[in-house]
């Protein structure tokens, strides 16, 4: 997937919140983006009953607000939800879950990124660059 397409993805949980409401944010929240489909943490089991009702028209919404079809399917998981105006991060957890990437690859990072001047921008990008090249090893063994 490109850059573009990585940027595109992360912006579900920017927009997530707007789109399908605060009522519905307190109960269910991104999780990930794996293959065009987005995995929702859910609160309880009857929410995650109404939320697999509304799945077209979320799809459709967030589609729509992304400018792409980004989405394309969503799957639904059990667990606590901490709406997002509580987290620090959109995406709470462990940030690294692949293997580290080769060596020398955080320098070449950071001449990529050099040029850029918002940092909360460049720490994303690293962010994914890093993900990016840690998954593509973990598939090369």
Same mark, same amino acid.
């Given at each position: 997937?490109?850059?573009?397409?990585?940027?595109?993805?992360?912006?579900?949980?920017?927009?997530?919140?707007?789109?399908?409401?605060?009522?519905?944010?307190?109960?269910?929240?991104?999780?990930?983006?794996?293959?065009?489909?987005?995995?929702?943490?859910?609160? %309880? &089991? /009857?929410?995650?009953?109404? +939320?697999?009702?509304?799945?077209?028209?979320?799809?459709? =919404?967030?589609? *729509?607000?992304?400018?792409?079809?980004?989405?394309?399917?969503?799957?639904?998981?059990?667990?606590?939800?901490?709406?997002?105006?509580?987290? %620090? &991060? /959109?995406?709470?957890?462990? +940030?690294?879950?692949?293997?580290?990437?080769?060596?020398? =690859?955080?320098? *070449?990072?950071?001449?990529?990124?050099?040029?850029?001047?918002?940092?909360?921008?460049?720490?994303?990008?690293?962010?994914?660059?890093?993900?990016?090249?840690?998954?593509?090893?973990?598939?090369?063994?």
């Amino acid at each position: 997937m490109s850059l573009e397409g990585k940027f595109k993805e992360h912006e579900v949980w920017n927009v997530w919140d707007d789109v399908v409401g605060e009522h519905v944010s307190h109960h269910a929240q991104p999780e990930r983006m794996r293959s065009k489909i987005l995995f929702l943490r859910v609160s %309880t &089991s /009857p929410w995650m009953q109404q +939320l697999s009702y509304m799945g077209e028209g979320i799809v459709e =919404a967030l589609n *729509k607000r992304l400018g792409a079809p980004i989405v394309e399917e969503i799957r639904f998981r059990l667990g606590d939800v901490v709406p997002k105006s509580k987290t %620090t &991060s /959109p995406h709470p957890g462990p +940030l690294n879950t692949h293997p580290p990437p080769r060596k020398g =690859a955080a320098r *070449k990072i950071q001449k990529v990124l050099s040029p850029i001047k918002d940092t909360q921008m460049k720490e994303i990008l690293e962010r994914v660059m890093l993900r990016d090249m840690g998954s593509r090893k973990g598939k090369a063994r």
